[in-house]
């Protein structure tokens, strides 16, 4: 079991579900990150640059794609609790994959440029 395997395995079942989805939708979206612990929290690297990262909460899945994935996303995050450079998804309703997939995808590319 590696380091972001026990950090899900703290968490209710409930809760270990979603922070397992939004594993493996970063991990499909891109699969050359880099996966860690950091910050206390599962964290992901590209081109030896922070990606994004996500935290298990009682009532909250945190995601933090940095500010510039926020801001670009601003539009369709609005409806979720926001923090600088994070946002909450509650545990009550399903993870908006799509965009979570968007925001990744444009780190990536951020990542990418020179």
Same mark, same amino acid.
């Given at each position: 079991?590696?380091?972001?395997?026990? &950090?899900?395995? $703290? #968490?209710? /079942?409930?809760?270990?579900?979603?922070?397992?989805?939004? *594993?493996?939708?970063?991990?499909?979206?891109?699969?050359?990150? /880099?996966?860690?612990?950091?910050?206390?929290? =599962?964290? &992901?690297?590209?081109?030896?640059?922070?990606? /994004?990262? +996500?935290e298990g909460y009682k009532n909250h899945i945190g995601f933090y794609a940095t500010p510039s994935g926020h801001?670009? #996303?601003?539009?369709?995050?609005? $409806?979720?609790?926001? $923090?600088?450079?994070?946002?909450? +998804?509650?545990?009550?309703? =399903?993870? =908006?994959?799509?965009?979570?997939? *968007?925001?990744?995808? #444009? *780190?990536?590319?951020?990542?990418?440029a020179p």
């Amino acid at each position: 079991m590696n380091a972001v395997d026990q &950090y899900i395995a $703290g #968490f209710p /079942v409930n809760i270990q579900q979603l922070l397992k989805e939004m *594993r493996k939708l970063i991990l499909e979206t891109a699969p050359d990150a /880099v996966e860690s612990i950091s910050y206390g929290m =599962p964290a &992901y690297k590209l081109n030896g640059k922070p990606l /994004v990262y +996500f935290e298990g909460y009682k009532n909250h899945i945190g995601f933090y794609a940095t500010p510039s994935g926020h801001s670009e #996303f601003a539009k369709e995050l609005a $409806g979720y609790k926001q $923090g600088k450079g994070s946002v909450q +998804f509650p545990v009550s309703s =399903p993870l =908006p994959v799509h965009l979570i997939r *968007r925001i990744v995808e #444009f *780190r990536i590319a951020e990542n990418k440029a020179p």
